[in-house]
């Protein structure tokens, strides 16, 4: 079998910026609820059969305790605020498992399930639905790999290094160096992503990189620069390192088989109905018919 777990904080941002507002009977807006349960019908219509979906229930997590500038929830839009809870009642109801996250990400979640269904003999591939260079770390081999429905690219872990040319397991590595503006933490300056591809394709961790310039090899420029830059941050390199690597204690499920989609709880049309939506009900009921 094929385990599905979706980045549902990506999906909402997606469908909020790319469809057009509607409110629901009460008034609320659901536009990008209705654009996110449109999305995940429409991946059980394609055959998946196992799928769980992550969202951040609050933006905050344990992360920004440990750095002050990590990302927050300010300057969210607020019709999009709002929906992240409807977004996760509406999945429950169309009976999907979802982990809303308050201590953690739903980066966190999907690397946790990820890694947990993998380990079952039964399940033949997990996919990771994101495009986040964050979850790139999870890939392994071609059990466990990285779906951009969007654009409909699948990378395994050869996939993996082609894009950043970095092994799975050094993408936390390379983001250390080179920053993620949109978790909110800098980086180490003049480390770009070629120099960070470059060192950690022959030093897979920060502990690996010879303290000496000299013995880095040929090929990287300012190796003399970029070598002292990272000894005197060296404890900012570990804490950023700290930041991008996700966490696999999560809880999520005890067994795969909570994960099966057995169809639409019964409140799932009347909420579909609220939304103006009654096709997805019976597009639903149709794929639990099969």
């Given at each position: 079998?094929?385990?599905?777990?979706?980045?549902g904080?990506?999906?909402?941002?997606?469908?909020?910026?790319a469809?057009?507002?509607?409110l629901?009977a009460?008034?609320?807006?659901?536009?990008?609820?209705?654009?996110?349960?449109?999305?995940?019908?429409?991946?059980?219509?394609?055959?998946?059969?196992h799928?769980?979906?992550?969202?951040?229930?609050?933006?905050?997590?344990?992360r920004?305790?440990?750095?002050?500038g990590?990302?927050?929830?300010?300057?969210?839009p607020?019709p999009?605020?709002?929906?992240?809870?409807?977004?996760?009642d509406?999945?429950?109801?169309?009976g999907?498992m979802?982990?809303?996250?308050?201590?953690?990400?739903?980066?966190?979640?999907l690397?946790?399930?990820?890694?947990?269904?993998?380990?079952?003999?039964?399940?033949?591939?997990?996919?990771?639905?994101?495009?986040?260079?964050?979850?790139?770390?999870c890939?392994?081999g071609k059990?466990?790999?990285?779906?951009?429905?969007?654009?409909?690219?699948?990378?395994?872990?050869?996939?993996?290094?082609?894009?950043?040319?970095?092994?799975?397991?050094?993408?936390?590595?390379?983001?250390?160096v080179?920053?993620?503006?949109?978790?909110?933490?800098?980086?180490?300056?003049?480390?770009?992503?070629?120099?960070?591809e470059l060192?950690f394709?022959?030093y897979?961790h920060?502990?690996?990189?010879?303290?000496?310039?000299?013995?880095?090899?040929?090929?990287?420029?300012?190796?003399q620069r970029?070598?002292?830059?990272?000894q005197?941050?060296w404890?900012?390199?570990?804490l950023?390192?700290?930041?991008a690597?996700l966490?696999?204690?999560?809880?999520?499920?005890?067994?795969?088989?909570?994960?099966?989609?057995?169809g639409?709880?019964?409140?799932?049309?009347?909420l579909?109905?609220?939304?103006?939506?009654?096709?997805?009900?019976?597009?639903a009921?149709a794929?639990?018919?099969?």
């Amino acid at each position: 079998m094929k385990i599905h777990v979706v980045d549902g904080t990506y999906e909402l941002f997606r469908h909020f910026f790319a469809v057009p507002p509607a409110l629901d009977a009460a008034g609320r807006e659901i536009g990008a609820v209705r654009g996110v349960v449109t999305s995940i019908v429409g991946l059980l219509e394609s055959g998946a059969t196992h799928a769980g979906v992550a969202t951040d229930h609050v933006i905050e997590s344990f992360r920004n305790r440990l750095y002050p500038g990590y990302k927050t929830g300010d300057g969210i839009p607020e019709p999009l605020w709002a929906q992240f809870p409807l977004l996760e009642d509406a999945l429950r109801a169309m009976g999907v498992m979802v982990w809303p996250m308050v201590e953690f990400e739903a980066d966190d979640a999907l690397a946790a399930a990820a890694a947990r269904a993998a380990m079952d003999e039964r399940v033949e591939q997990v996919l990771i639905c994101t495009p986040d260079k964050d979850l790139a770390q999870c890939v392994a081999g071609k059990k466990i790999v990285q779906w951009d429905r969007r654009r409909d690219i699948v990378r395994d872990e050869d996939g993996v290094v082609a894009k950043w040319g970095v092994k799975p397991a050094s993408i936390p590595d390379w983001l250390a160096v080179v920053g993620d503006t949109a978790d909110g933490y800098p980086g180490l300056p003049g480390w770009g992503a070629k120099a960070a591809e470059l060192t950690f394709s022959r030093y897979p961790h920060l502990e690996d990189v010879p303290k000496d310039w000299r013995q880095w090899g040929s090929g990287i420029r300012a190796a003399q620069r970029l070598c002292a830059v990272l000894q005197e941050q060296w404890e900012d390199a570990l804490l950023y390192r700290t930041l991008a690597t996700l966490r696999l204690d999560v809880p999520v499920f005890e067994s795969i088989d909570a994960m099966e989609w057995k169809g639409p709880e019964a409140e799932f049309e009347s909420l579909c109905r609220g939304m103006q939506a009654e096709g997805l009900y019976k597009r639903a009921m149709a794929v639990a018919s099969r």
